[in-house]
Every structure is written in C-alpha cells, then in structure tokens.
C-alpha cells in the first residue's frame, strides 16, 4: 500500500474513514520506525499533521482539556480535525482521539483554529469553520457547546463578507466585558491587509460586527491570525500572527511567519482603538506559531503554541508525523514585556541529575539542562560527525545555530536565529530538548526560542564558558482512551 499522493491537492479533502484501519496502521508502522525524532516529552499525533492548540480549559475537577487541530492522512494541511487530550498535572494524560469532526456543512472542509470560554458551568466552544461553494472555500465563525463530556455544534454565528475581507477571516477569539460579549477575527482586508475585526454581542451566541481595530500604522502584513486578548490591572494585552510582516534587522521576523504582543491600555471597543507603544515577537526561534492563552483556576495564565511553521516541509515527514504542541508554560506580564517560563509541574518530569562543565556522552535525548547565563558561553549538542546544533551568547546577543545539523530544511529563511541579551546579570537559563525540539527559556523568560532540529547518531553534549545542570527527562505517560 502507498501512502496517498498530496501533490494531488483534492487528496487533502479525502476523509479519515474513508481510507481503513489498514492506512492508517501502515501511517503507524512508518512512524513507529522513527527512533531519532519522535518526542517523548510533548503533545503530538500518532500520526498526520498536528497544528494550532485549540480549546484550552480547566473544569471544576481540576482536569486541564487540550484541543488541537489534526490532519491524520499526511504531514500536510489537509483537512482539519481536533484531536483530544486532558491531563491534571501536565505528566499524566488520557487520550481521546478525535472529538471534533468536519461533518457538518458548514465546516465541512475543516474545523480550522478556534477557543474555549467558560461562563459559570458552561464551555464554548469558537472555531472557524470551512465550507466549499462551487471552486472556493468560504470560512465562517461557529459555535459549540460542551455537553457531558462531548462536542454539541451549534451552528454559524457569524460568515464571512466578501464586501469587507477577502476569504482569509479566521480564528475567532472571545472575552466578555461586564454584560457584553465581544469577538476579535484575523482577516485580510479587500485591500491585502492584515486586519482585526471586532463584533459585539449581548449573548454568547449573537453578535454585531463592529469594524476593524485600529492598530497603528505598523506594517502587519497581509493577514492576522490567531489573535488572543487578556486584561489583568490596568492594562491590555494583545498577541497575534502576521504573516507577510518584514524583517528590519537580523533579530526580528526571520521566520516565514512569527508571532507578535502588544502590551498597551485595555481595548477601546467603542472606538475600536487598541494604543501601546511598542510591539514584541514573541519567540525568538525558527519553529513557533498561533499560540493560545488560557487561565486556569490558580489564575495563572497558561500558554501552548504550535511548535512547528507553516510552508515547510521537515525531515521527519517523511516518518508520517509532523509537529507537535510546546511544552506548557506560563506567563506573566511585567513592565509592558511577556516572559515565559515552563509551568511548575514540569520539574516533575525531571529525573536522574548531574553536574557538567567540560563534555558528556548523552544516553537520553531528552533532557533539561540548566546553565548560569555568563556573558560568554557555548552550549554543543553533536553526534560522532562533529554535526552539531550550538546555542550560545557573545557579548550582547544570543545565537541558536542548526547550520551544522544532520538535515537541513527551509534553508531559504537561515540556519541562525539571533536575539539581544535582555538581563545582563547573572541569571539561569533553562533549556529543554526532546529527540527534535529545543525550547530555550533565556533572560528570565524575556527572551524564548523554540526551533526543530534534525540531529542523526549517538548525542554528547559539550559546555563552554560555564557549567550547567543536566536532568535526563522521564516523557509523558499517556493513557489512550479512545482509537485514533
């Protein structure tokens, strides 16, 4: 049996129940096969393509829920499922499978990105639904409940209008203002633009467009994804995902996409202005994308985002599985700058520890290493070629490096990504690496990079100009509830 040719774009459409049980334990063969790359310490697919984190909550038992959107067919975007997770300590998790089918017809091509809001005893479920009108695929904002523990659709609660956006109008996100509802789209103006749209209602269910959002005169490009907001104090924070945003210097906006945050006053949506004054990316490395924020009942504000990029393809497609979600972290605001760090229950996942400061043959490719941030220092991961992926720090400025890694990819964007020191102090940086992925965690959490690397062969790890504490990583502990 040959695995379905996507050059052929109508195979993108071809649903999961229509290839058999035998497809889809071939697709689980080929990944099976796959012992250099797969994580063992993150969210990711038994097979296909996974993409934006969707739906994220906590009930009232405590159980953390865990949408994300799933191709299951092929490492390409194809049509879109959302598969399922929950978990109470972020360690221990249950597997459901899919729980959000394109089986109606107004998402009948896709269940594309979409949020959970939670008022008292009820979850809403946002999303964007596709559906195809003779050769185009028209998207729409839908609305769904959480009943007994399963998805109930409810239908379209706002289309798409051609006169005002182009087809790209996604991703809706919601939050409520004493009695008022109000939902922010990401679109594409009819002038090639990227906009924000906003739309006010008195339930959850019905609501007003409003108009656009102003954001300044900054060139964001021809589209917005993915937008989030939260209020907390006095002020308003805004995140989003340009894409067609351009670089200006060498530390910005390398990727084919990146995401950005704004820290200003809480939005004016009676004249539809959000002021701040400066804009941030948000990560710093080759592989991250449409993040989504949710509180949990701490109140801490929790983030997962798509660790992966979009028009790239990556060395373990060919495996049948492509990327998978970051580990939780949370955030914080201070002086108008996001800082991210991995949640608390995360030290759970560490293991054996120990000491470094010269070289170690590693036996776990997933590991924790935690590195006193002196001004100057070299962390080295290589195999047995002297092929290598190499993060280190020069004077003022971080550098992540894969030029020198077994696989190449999307080479047309670099094989270096470069930030300025935020903290000049001595402070700990923390680095977590599993099989493929790096997630640095620099500048107390101001400055994080998450990329994907490709790295073939037995691993030893090299520490220059400082030392660092390295912890071998247990992996999550996954109980399937249910068939994928």
């Not at 008292?120 to 003779?134: A, D, M, N, S």
Request: with cysteine.
């Amino acid at each position: 049996m040959e695995f379905l040719d996507f050059s052929n774009r109508q195979n993108r459409h071809v649903r999961k129940e229509d290839v058999g049980e035998s497809y889809l334990d071939q697709m689980k063969a080929k990944v099976a096969e796959d012992t250099n790359f797969y994580p063992t310490c993150h969210i990711a697919a038994p097979h296909g393509l996974v993409n934006d984190p969707n739906g994220l909550y906590q009930d009232k038992e405590g159980w953390y829920h865990i949408y994300y959107q799933w191709f299951p067919l092929g490492t390409v975007h194809g049509l879109k499922h959302w598969a399922y997770v929950k978990t109470k300590d972020f360690i221990h998790y249950e597997s459901y499978g899919v729980k959000m089918y394109p089986d109606q017809p107004y998402d009948a091509f896709g269940c594309y990105t979409g949020m959970a809001f939670q008022e008292e005893e009820q979850v809403h479920l946002y999303y964007t639904g596709i559906r195809k009108e003779g050769e185009q695929l028209l998207p729409s904002s839908v609305h769904a409940v959480i009943e007994e523990g399963e998805i109930v659709k409810t239908g379209i609660i706002e289309d798409v209008d051609l006169t005002k956006t182009t087809e790209n109008y996604r991703d809706p996100f919601i939050f409520k203002r004493e009695e008022d509802y109000f939902m922010i789209v990401g679109a594409e103006s009819l002038t090639n633009e990227g906009v924000l749209w906003l739309s006010k209602g008195r339930t959850p269910t019905s609501f007003e467009r409003l108009g656009t959002i102003d954001l300044g005169d900054y060139p964001f490009g021809y589209m917005l994804e993915c937008p989030n907001y939260f209020e907390e104090k006095d002020y308003g924070v805004m995140l989003f995902s340009p894409q067609g945003i351009q670089a200006v210097d060498p530390y910005d906006f390398q990727n084919v996409f990146s995401v950005i945050y704004a820290v200003g006053q809480p939005l004016d949506t009676e004249k539809r202005v959000f002021h701040y004054e400066t804009i941030y990316e948000l990560d710093k490395g080759f592989d991250f994308y449409a993040p989504q924020i949710f509180t949990d009942q701490q109140g801490r504000k929790l983030l997962y985002g798509w660790l992966g990029n979009s028009k790239t393809a990556y060395p373990s497609d060919d495996y049948q599985w492509a990327h998978m979600l970051t580990i939780p972290r949370e955030i914080t605001v201070e002086n108008q700058r996001i800082l991210q760090q991995p949640i608390a229950e995360w030290e759970q996942m560490r293991g054996k520890k120990s000491l470094q400061v010269t070289e170690k043959t590693l036996t776990n490719k997933a590991f924790e290493l935690v590195i006193p941030a002196s001004e100057l220092f070299k962390l080295i991961i290589k195999n047995e070629k002297n092929e290598c992926l190499v993060f280190s720090s020069q004077s003022n400025e971080y550098c992540l490096d894969r030029s020198q890694t077994t696989h190449l990819y999307n080479d047309q964007y670099g094989q270096q990504r470069l930030a300025i020191r935020q903290v000049e102090t001595m402070h700990d940086v923390r680095i977590i690496v599993d099989h493929s992925s790096i997630e640095i965690f620099a500048d107390n959490g101001l400055t994080v990079f998450t990329g994907r690397f490709y790295l073939e062969g037995e691993w030893s790890l090299e520490v220059q100009g400082t030392s660092v504490m390295h912890y071998e990583l247990r992996g999550l502990s996954t109980v399937q509830k249910a068939t994928y």
